[in-house]
DNA sequence: GTGATATTTAGGAATCATTCCTATCGAGGA
DNA sequence: TCCTCGATAGGAATGATTCCTAAATATCAC
């Protein structure tokens, strides 16, 4: 998907984003490509044309992106590797309030890959379904603002964009 | 699963792993929990029995498990952000081989979640389907060990057992 | 059992993606 | 056009993970 710059100046006003030219160019290499880059390669990439950007704008950037839902990341919560000891297939429900991780155990999704894999030029050897929402915990506690988050968020956007690393 | 030290010294001479106190301890405290921990959790709860363990050996004792198949991560591919444009509801397909992520859009698969989230003490906002293989470039290149691979593999077990970050 | 050999461990240093800090700079409303 | 607040860029800091190495330990052949 190519955009125009009227596009996205419709799609960042009415997600109240500020449009700069640094920002647009961000944007418009995250959307000319279907191959999710990194910050890294769409650094490299806005480069060209803005050759004094920092690398820092890009994070920034990327931020303010996703708190205003129009990216996403697609390995949210990559900070840190995480471990299973089950091996056996199964799923995750994950809790966008506390990140904690369920298992999911499912015979039919288990048999997705199955009927994916006869129709597609790719070989499946594994597939898993992640499930995102609010646990039972969380949803009594309070909920906290389902309606508006998005994949990856767990910092409101005006205080702080740039996402800080939970410990 | 609490496991006993049988059935731990079974797995690991099945996968031709060497036993050793910290790896039992390691292992033990994986499998006894379904929490998905971080290597820092393990290593928090492994120094209760072994106070002089290093966080090395929690990295190493991972990377080692991993290759064997013992343990998987969870969220493998976290060692760098990966972004996308496309907001709408849509999958994935990840190729083992040479890690390129492509979009998979199906229908049938969006609507996984009415049926799962209605029968589940969980509120489901959104989900993703991962199919992990061999794309059909990959495949026609050399198909790279794709039997003996598991989630998380990028480099073989004997030359250099800890994971290499590819740059 | 004993010794030889290869692996594992632990400590410390190094790497690198990401975030923090801060002094300009610029977009957009008045 | 001017003002104000948010955006930018550079550099420093952070922290998970990996690299390097010497000492400790497991395994195998005898």
Known sequence: MTISLDEMRKRFRERGVRMTPQRAAIYGALAGTTSHPTAEDLYREVKKI??????????????????????????????????????????????????KIEDLMDATLDRLSVRVGSRLDFEVTGHRVEFHGYCAECRRRKKPGAATRHLGHYSSPHTSVQRRRER
Request: glycine residues 8%; hydrophobic residues 35%.
């Open 50 to 99: 803005h050759p004094m950007i920092s690398q820092n704008t890009v994070y920034y950037t990327l931020g303010v992106l996703r708190e205003a839902g129009l990216v996403r990341e697609v390995n949210y919560w990559h900070d840190r590797s995480r471990f299973d000891a089950n091996i056996g297939l199964h799923h995750h429900l994950i809790c966008l309030g506390c990140r």
